[in-house]
Structures are given as structure tokens and as C-alpha cells.
């Protein structure tokens, strides 16, 4: 089982990166743009689990020590692909988004699960293997600054579903102040 941990968006911040996305759709000759559900920030990719190793997740996610905080999105970059270029919504990697994801790490390698070594670069993927309209100047792309308050993170099951990649909640962890 394909598994992650991420934070969820709230329906008015889907609402504004739809928009956003609507108005990049134009300046795409190709591209996958993420659905409206689909919308999220990972924290950990877990990749394919046992699911007889769930119980150890939840009980990683359960013990992650992080207070609720504001999460900042705003502006677009990009990451080269050989098959097309991703781009996604900024995401500030704030010292509480920091700290969540240093917990849940901590947690996960206590555990014995494997995390990434490189450094956390927070975002918000819209658009995958793209590959611009003639004309566009992606410099043109731009994702309004908008903060959501973040009470919560969740594990998620990932997987392919009649040609879409279908996200599901499996688990959730309220974050509390100390
Ligand atoms: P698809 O792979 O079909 O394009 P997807 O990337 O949305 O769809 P997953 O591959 O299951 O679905 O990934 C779930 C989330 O984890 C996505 O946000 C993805 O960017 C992120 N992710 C996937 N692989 C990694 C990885 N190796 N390291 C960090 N994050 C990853
Ligand atoms: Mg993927």
C-alpha cells in the first residue's frame, strides 16, 4: 500500500488554487493539473508499506509533538523534468512547519522507516509534466499570497483508480498546543 503524510487544504484554499489553476490552464499546451481534491502539501512519502506496518505509522503519527499553525502559500516555481516541468504553489517553510515535520520524521526513523535525507522543500504541486503554450512566459504565473490554519496533518493511502490517482484518509493527528 502506497502511503504519505501531508497536510490537507481547506475548501476556501482549494477554492483559490482553482482559480489559479483555471487561469493557467491557457498557458499549458500539455500538462496534468492536479484535481481539486487532489490539492495538498506532503510532509513524509512514505512510498509502498506493509499493511501490516500501519499500526507502526499511526502510532508515529500519534506521538508527533507539533501546535497548530498558519500556513503560508503564495508565488509559483518550478521543477525540471526530462518529461515536462512541475510547477507548484510556494509553501513558506516556517519554523512550526519545520518543526512538525522534524517531529514526524523523528518518529517515523524511531520506527525503523526510512526518511529522506535531502533537505524539506515544502510546496503545492499544481501542474505536472507541462510544457508551456507558445507565447507564455511563465514569469506571467502568479499564485496570490493566502494563509490557512493548520489543525491537523494525515496519513493518506495513494492509488490508481480508473486512470486517476485517487487520494484516501486513512488517519489524522489534531495537532495541540504544548
Ligand atoms: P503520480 O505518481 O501518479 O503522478 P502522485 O505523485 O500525486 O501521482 P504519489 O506518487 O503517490 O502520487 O505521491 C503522493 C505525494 O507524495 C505527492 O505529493 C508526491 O509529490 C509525493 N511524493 C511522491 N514520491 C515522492 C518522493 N520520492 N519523495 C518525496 N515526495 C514524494
Ligand atoms: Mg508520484
Known amino acids: 500500500m502506497r502511503v504519505f503524510f501531508a497536510v490537507r487544504l481547506s475548501e476556501e484554499i482549494q477554492d483559490r488554487l482553482c482559480s489559479v489553476l483555471h487561469r493557467l490552464r491557457p498557458c499549458c499546451a500539455k500538462g496534468r493539473f492536479t484535481p481539486r481534491e487532489n490539492l495538498h502539501v506532503t510532509l513524509v512519502f512514505l512510498g509502498e508499506t506493509?499493511?501490516?506496518r500501519l499500526p507502526?505509522?499511526?502510532a508515529a503519527m500519534e506521538a508527533v509533538s507539533a501546535e497548530p499553525f498558519?500556513?503560508?502559500i503564495g508565488g509559483m516555481g518550478c521543477f525540471r523534468r526530462s518529461g515536462g516541468d512541475l510547477y507548484?504553489?510556494?509553501v513558506e517553510r516556517s519554523a512550526p512547519?519545520?518543526?512538525?515535520?522534524?517531529?514526524l520524521c523523528g518518529?517515523?526513523?524511531?520506527?525503523?522507516?526510512?526518511?529522506d535525507d535531502r533537505p524539506y522543500r515544502p510546496h503545492l504541486t499544481l501542474v505536472r509534466q507541462a510544457v508551456l503554450a507558445e507565447g507564455?512566459?511563465?514569469?506571467?504565473?502568479?499564485?496570490p499570497a493566502m494563509r490557512m490554519k493548520v489543525e491537523k496533518f494525515s496519513l493518506m493511502k495513494s492509488e490508481q483508480a480508473g486512470g486517476r490517482r485517487l487520494y484516501t484518509e486513512i488517519?489524522?493527528?489534531?495537532?495541540e498546543r504544548a
Open 88 to 90: 507548484w504553489a510556494g
Open 50 to 52: 506493509a499493511p501490516e
Open 107 to 115: 518518529e517515523l526513523q524511531k520506527r525503523g522507516f526510512p526518511t
Open 171 to 175: 488517519g489524522a493527528k489534531n495537532l
Open 56 to 58: 507502526e505509522t499511526r
Open 70 to 72: 498558519s500556513l503560508h
Open 136 to 143: 507564455c512566459d511563465r514569469g506571467a504565473f502568479v499564485v
Open 97 to 103: 512547519l519545520c518543526r512538525l515535520y522534524d517531529s
